[in-house]
């Protein structure tokens, strides 16, 4: 079972906004990179957006400007606010830990790197 859990999928328009939660009680996130992955069936698992230990982040070109990831180490999460949403964003958003070691201060958006996922959160766009 994973340690993992994603939460604040759901069903919005186009043009909305939509913020996903990563959380974990088993460890502590803001040491470790994070990543979030998204699935839609028929295709493989893209990266989206990640945030290093060392605090720098990496988006996927299409989302560059739209989403932004963030930490929030009060609750042991890390956060994918998602906006002017496309019905192309549309699918199940894993996030995923990389413990490392790392031999950059530069995260991954490489599924293979990653050592923990979530069970998914399915973000569904429809007018």
């Known amino acids: 079972q994973s340690q993992l859990v994603e939460s604040g999928g759901g069903l919005v328009q186009p043009g909305e906004s939509l913020t996903l939660s990563c959380g974990t009680s088993?460890?502590?996130?803001?040491?470790?990179?994070v990543a979030w992955f998204r699935q839609v069936p028929g295709k493989e698992r893209e990266g989206v957006s990640c945030?290093?230990?060392?605090?720098?982040?990496e988006y996927l070109d299409s989302v560059k400007g739209r989403f932004t990831i963030s930490r929030d180490s009060a609750k042991n999460s890390v956060n994918l606010h998602m906006s002017s949403l496309q019905v192309e964003d549309a699918g199940t958003y894993y996030c995923?830990?990389?413990?490392?070691?790392?031999?950059?201060?530069?995260?991954?958006?490489?599924?293979?790197?990653?050592?923990?996922w979530g069970e998914g959160t399915l973000v569904t766009i429809s007018s």
């Open positions: 945030i290093s230990h060392a605090h720098n982040v």
């Open positions: 088993g460890f502590t996130l803001d040491f470790y990179d």
């Open positions: 995923a830990v990389h413990f490392g070691p790392w031999s950059t201060s530069y995260c991954s958006l490489i599924p293979a790197e990653m050592r923990e």
